[in-house]
């Protein structure tokens, strides 16, 4: 992928050098109603590819940062969760309670009073 875009770079070089050399002519920019600069025609078109290209890389480059933080952190979240995974397993001590018995208490009623029968 560097090499492609090696390549890239350096024809857009090529390109700009072979229209600088062919438009190498004094151009006037009115920048104010009284303020007049003459400039050489490559000039304006490497000041207007900076005024658009210098923005969108910057925009570009801040994106490209905090997405990096993020991903970041993300990457060290997982490797302590993965840590923590991976740990063996501490016992735990159950705290011991004292169990009193409880009295059985009687019952008052025999089964067959609690569900009578039709037999006499």
Request: no cysteine.
């Amino acid at each position: 992928m560097g090499i492609v875009r090696t390549i890239i770079w350096v024809l857009l070089t090529a390109l700009l050098v072979v229209f600088s050399t062919v438009n190498w002519v004094v151009v006037p920019v009115q920048v104010w109603p009284n303020l007049i600069v003459e400039t050489k025609l490559p000039a304006i078109v490497l000041i207007s590819f900076l005024i658009g290209f210098l923005p969108t890389w910057l925009a570009w480059r801040a994106a490209r940062w905090s997405l990096k933080r993020r991903l970041d952190h993300s990457e060290r979240q997982l490797t302590d969760l993965r840590a923590m995974a991976n740990r063996p397993a501490e016992p735990i001590a159950a705290p011991v309670v004292p169990v009193e018995p409880v009295p059985v208490a009687t019952p008052s009623a025999t089964p067959t009073d609690l569900f009578p029968t039709d037999k006499p």
